[in-house]
């Protein structure tokens, strides 16, 4: 993949085609949605990534500019950009992607309008900007809510009149880019919060996609074949074989709520990758938001007992939750809460906790026969 600089280091000219030939390769074409284009590694087959690609693609064949993306983050708001920008024909066109949160406002609007000869202190010669730059191609403005209020009215002006002025200059220059926005904000209540003009909301979201999270039921079935995507990545860059994931490990990438959605998945596959030392990912490899793991313990907590708010109440649904998920399999539901199986043991006790119709043997009795032919621990 090649990448040309514009100016400033962390901003890079992307070609989209160069992505997806990089991503794209046969041993991987499986993963991808048979909707989105040939250059763009989407991973999903979820009714929900389904119905919303139909709707960029709707977009992207409208013409429609500029083009808003909503989502929270790491749901693949760049990779959608990325797709309006091929089915607009944007294949020998630079798609360029700007993060408004990474710059300040003087260097922000340098960057996008471009500035003459001794506009400011240290502008010894003109410069092109982004908007200039893109010619016919695709400017993506990654996180627009984070757009300083003092450039929202040159930025209006882009899109209503599709022309612009240099920092310092006296001449418009025509804008012929397709503009794409995306934010993971509630536009409208930065809106109501005064941070984010009316008017310029109201000419962005003229057809809002929003980009579902791993957390929405439909797309859940998403999580095992992005899981799967991942490890296959990571495994034909790192040559080691680890070849999947055991049904435990699954079963838990498949009970998180993932905060940090798409994102959050990979890395989490990445370093299980890393340190599983079996041929498939087991539990003990994946570690999880802990935050997270908090409010899941919350909630099994209140789905039970909701009047009962102590932590060893909470601690105890937990363990019970778990042994519950497991066929009551002690080596299972130790690697599924993290925990050493003597540790397990010892909270069985404390808790008193005992499997349905187990008589006077509970958790005493070790089982550890039984619980060995359930599961194998790794190496």
Known sequence: MSY??????????????????????????GYFSPHCPPSVP???????????????????????NPVLILGETGTGKELAAQCVHAWRGGGKEDFIAVNCAALTGNLLESELFGHVRGAFTGADRDKKGLFQVAG???????????????????????????????????????????????SNRDLLAEVRGGGFRKDLYYRLAVFPITMPSLRSPERRSDITLLARYFLKTSQIRSSRCVEGF???????????????????????????????????????????????TSSTVAKCMEESHPKDLSLESAERQFIRRALEETGWGRAKAARLLGITRATLHAKLKRYDIKPPDSGEGGPENDDTSSDESLYEPCP
């Open 42 to 64: 989407l991973v999903g087959k979820s009714s929900a990534m389904l119905e919303t690609l139909k709707l960029i693609r709707m977009v992207a064949q409208s013409q429609c």
């Open 4 to 29: 040309k600089e514009v100016s400033f280091k962390a901003r890079l000219r992307l070609d989209a085609r160069a992505v997806g030939q990089l991503s794209r390769s046969d041993e991987l074409e």
């Open 136 to 182: 016919d191609g695709t400017i993506f403005l990654d996180e627009i809510s984070e757009l300083p209020r003092e450039l929202q009215p040159k930025f209006l002006r882009v899109l209503q009149e599709q022309k612009f002025r240099k920092v310092g200059g006296t001449q418009d220059i025509p804008s012929r880019a397709t503009i794409i926005t995306s």
């Open 246 to 292: 055991t049904h435990e490990a699954e079963q838990i990438l498949l009970g998180h709520d993932w905060p940090g959605n798409v994102r959050e998945l990979r890395n989490v596959i990445a370093r299980a990758q890393i340190v599983e030392k079996a041929k498939e990912i087991h539990p003990d490899s994946i570690v999880l938001d802990l935050v997270e």
